[in-house]
C-alpha cells in the first residue's frame, strides 16, 4: 500500500476521510461547533503543553528524538483532525479561507515593512 503525503491527497480528500471515521461511530451528535472549537483549543494546548519551557535547542533536540517526535506528530494530527472536522460539518472551504487571509495579511504585513520583523501590524 502506497503512503498517502501532502502531495498526494487533497483536503476534500482529508474531509471525507474524517466524516466517513465519524459518521461510522455516529459521532454527529457530539460535534457542533462549539464542541469541536473547544477541541482544537485542547489539542492545541496539549502541543503547547510539549515546548513549554523549552529553549530554542531544546525544541530542536525534541523535534529529532523519535518519541517525543511521535507524541508532538500525534498532537498535531489531533488538532488538524478537529480542524478538518469542523470545516467538514459547516462545509468550510479551507483553501478558500486559508487564501482570503493570506490576501488580507498581505495588506497588513507588506513585505517591504515586515520582512524580518514579528511585530504585529500597527506596532512600532
Known amino acids: 500500500m502506497v503512503q498517502e503525503t501532502d502531495a498526494t491527497v487533497t483536503v476534500g480528500q482529508l474531509k471525507e476521510l474524517v466524516r466517513k471515521f465519524c459518521s461510522e461511530r455516529e459521532w454527529d451528535q457530539f460535534h457542533n461547533a462549539k464542541e469541536l472549537s473547544i477541541g482544537i483549543c485542547t489539542e492545541a494546548s496539549e502541543l503547547l503543553q510539549h515546548f513549554r519551557f523549552k529553549s530554542e535547542t531544546d525544541v530542536d533536540q525534541m523535534m529529532t528524538d523519535s518519541r517525543t517526535r511521535s507524541e508532538i506528530d500525534s498532537e498535531i494530527a489531533d488538532v488538524f483532525f478537529f480542524l478538518l472536522r ?9 483553501s478558500c479561507i486559508l487564501r482570503t487571509k ?10 517591504e515593512m515586515a520582512r524580518g520583523s514579528n511585530k504585529k501590524y500597527g506596532e512600532s
Request: charged residues 25%.
Open 86 to 94: 469542523m470545516s467538514q460539518r459547516y462545509d468550510v472551504d479551507l
Open 102 to 111: 493570506l490576501d488580507a495579511n498581505a495588506t497588513r504585513y507588506p513585505i
